[in-house]
């Protein structure tokens, strides 16, 4: 089983910038072999933001966030970031991070992912 903890949500007005943060912890948290950023706007579904891949780095972002946002992980590969620069009011939603054991599904399709964390809530404002 694997535990994922987020932090670092906040408010903040347009054009800030914040790092979420995610944590991952449990007997098998080594078999994982990628961690994505999610995120939910009230009435919306959720959206792949950006995901990086484990062992390598590999990583991917939705056209939405490219160029703003940077997904890393430390070299544990047990936490990963996600720097969010040049904040707009339409990236207001609950962020989630999940992480999967397998490839094999597409990066941003949340049904391939075996474990989610509980969110961390990030709003900017005009």
């Known amino acids: 089983q694997v535990h994922l903890v987020e932090s670092g949500g906040d408010s903040v007005q347009a054009g800030g910038s914040l790092r979420l943060s995610c944590a991952a912890s449990?007997?098998?948290?080594?078999?994982?072999?990628?961690f994505a950023w999610f995120r939910q706007a009230p009435g919306k579904e959720r959206e792949g933001v950006a995901t990086?891949?484990?062992?390598?780095?590999?990583?991917y972002y939705s056209a939405s966030v490219k160029g703003r946002f940077t997904i890393s992980q430390d070299n544990s590969e047990k936490t990963v970031y996600l720097q969010m620069n040049s904040l707009k009011p339409e990236d207001t939603a609950m962020y989630y991070c999940?992480?999967?054991?397998?490839?094999?599904?597409?990066?941003?399709?949340?049904?391939?992912?075996?474990?989610w964390g509980q969110g961390t809530q990030v709003t900017v404002s005009s």
């Open positions: 990086i891949y484990t062992p390598g780095g590999g990583t």
């Open positions: 449990g007997s098998t948290a080594s078999s994982i072999v990628g």
């Open positions: 999940a992480a999967k054991r397998r490839y094999g599904t597409v990066w941003h399709q949340s049904s391939g992912y075996d474990y």
